[in-house]
């Protein structure tokens, strides 16, 4: 794991040295600052939860990480430096975590930046903490599945442009493939709903923390780096 986490730990540098990442999440805290101001304005909310405040942030995620994560991947094969990778000590399974976990640790900060927002209401109100707590677990969970996307989309191209239009594609198709499900009919609308990334967050924003949603959201994320890596690896058969 030591050069997964040399992997990673680049990464993070790289993040917290790249303007896009800054203008990026400050965009996100100033609409979300946005949706909480407008939400505490009306009495009801300030002593209710973040339940109407996780959908603008699942939504705004759906559009922004695959920003994160398009250079993952796709600029180490445009660099060239993804060969030198290839050919050192360096497993294809390690670069592939290693890359995910810098992204998924950015991922964490930016969730750490929104928690003024349960912080002024427990300050001016009475929120219950409950729902609070697993909303954040299932936006971390959603984000996490998202990112996963975005870093496939990155190991297929060495396009970045290309890398954010196909992880965002990818992102929002898995979002709304329940509702594509309502017009194909069965039996192939059952597939389509089932990988749908869309049903499980509001349950964890109502205080639930059902099992099998986050077995889905695990299995989703397993699945897209395990493509990720056979994507790597079919580098060196080029």
Not at 22 to 46: C, E, H, K, N, Q
Not at 90 to 111: A, F, T
């Amino acid at each position: 794991m030591r050069n997964t986490f040399a992997i990673a730990g680049r990464e993070i540098q790289f993040y917290f040295v790249s303007p896009i990442v800054y203008v990026v999440t400050a965009a996100f805290l100033s609409v979300m600052s946005i949706f909480f101001a407008w939400y505490i304005s009306d009495p009801r909310g300030i002593v209710a939860t973040m339940q109407y405040l996780f959908g603008p942030m699942n939504t705004l995620f759906l559009f922004m990480i695959p920003m994160f994560t398009m250079r993952l991947l796709a600029e180490e094969q445009r660099s060239g430096t993804i060969e030198l990778l290839l050919s050192s000590p360096v497993r294809d399974w390690e670069l592939v975590l290693g890359k995910y976990l810098g992204v998924i640790v950015l991922i964490l900060v930016i969730l750490g930046l929104t928690l003024y927002y349960p912080f002024i209401m427990s300050r001016f109100g009475n929120p219950d903490f409950g729902p609070i707590v697993s909303g954040y677990l299932g936006l971390f969970l959603l984000a996490a599945a998202i990112a996963s996307l975005g870093l496939l989309a990155s190991s297929v191209t060495q396009n970045q442009i290309v890398a954010v239009v196909l992880g965002l594609g990818l992102a929002i198709f898995f979002w709304i493939s329940e509702a594509i499900a309502d017009f194909v009919g069965m039996p192939l609308g059952s597939v389509f709903s089932a990988v749908s990334l869309s049903p499980y967050l509001p349950d964890f924003t109502v205080g639930i923390v059902d099992m099998r949603n986050v077995i889905f959201y695990l299995t989703f994320v397993a699945v897209s780096l395990f493509l990720a890596v056979r994507s790597v690896e079919s580098r060196r058969w080029r």
